[in-house]
């Protein structure tokens, strides 16, 4: 029954989320343009600043710690290793995409239908607080994530095409992967879960959109801790992080169906 309710609010909130032009443009356009964006930093480091970027304390503790994770990468020359360092740092750079799209379409899901008054006729129905919650979560999760993989595989496309081929090999590695698939995903979730949260508590979207930021943040400070090279997350690292994410999942999960306060909110937005 569960699993009914929930596919019922996936369709529900998808037949919603893609008929929305700015809602579909976001979700289909905004990975885009943060893979591009990705990709012209990069090129205009190694292009404008080249190999002097590695001569700074920063990018010397950042790339030893590259080596000990790649060896092999002592063998290419400095501007390709500068190229493999900040080319590495674009998986961190990918969990962007989730996190933003939710702060465009999760904080809107609860705090429209508020607005509209269909939200009481939904909750008037058998669905549970956390099947309502975690339907409206994964509607945005999924599409969100397979934007994310399918930006990874337009941003190795690229970068072969700009001539960067034979470095892919050092840069799509146990952790890239580990970090795509199984990260990505604990983070997606998260920044929908607290976009659902902060939408079924706030009065406005403005006011939503505050707990979004949240995750976005933290996504930042990944990837400033790792190209400094203050820590240089390893598979294992990636493994524990995705799991400390995944336990924050759960608990933000259990924590909104308590916020959530579902009476209350029948009786205030009547």
Known sequence: MSRRRIRNILLKEWALLFTDLNSAFVIT?????????????????????????????????????????????????????LL???????????????????????????????????????????????????????????PALVMTWISAGIFLLVVSGLGWGELIGFVVTTGWFLTLFLLTPAVAMLSFMLGVTGSARAKDPRGAQNAALLIILPVFALIGIQITGIVWFTPSLILVLALAIGIADFITLRAAVRLFGRESIVVQWR
């Open 84 to 142: 493999v360092l900040l080319l590495s740092q674009f998986n961190f750079f990918l969990l962007l995409i989730p996190t933003m799209i939710a702060m465009s379409v999760a904080t809107f899901s609860i705090v429209d239908e508020k607005l509209s008054g269909s939200l009481e006729a939904l909750l008037a129905t058998p669905v549970r607080t956390w099947e309502l919650l975690l339907g409206k979560a994964l509607a945005g999760a999924i």
């Open 29 to 81: 356009l905004l990975p885009f343009l943060v893979v591009g964006q990705g990709i012209l930093y990069i090129w205009l480091a190694s292009r404008f600043a080249g190999e002097s970027m590695l001569t700074t304390q920063v990018f010397q503790t950042a790339l030893q710690k590259l080596v000990e994770a790649i060896p092999g990468i002592t063998q290419l020359p400095g501007n390709e290793q």
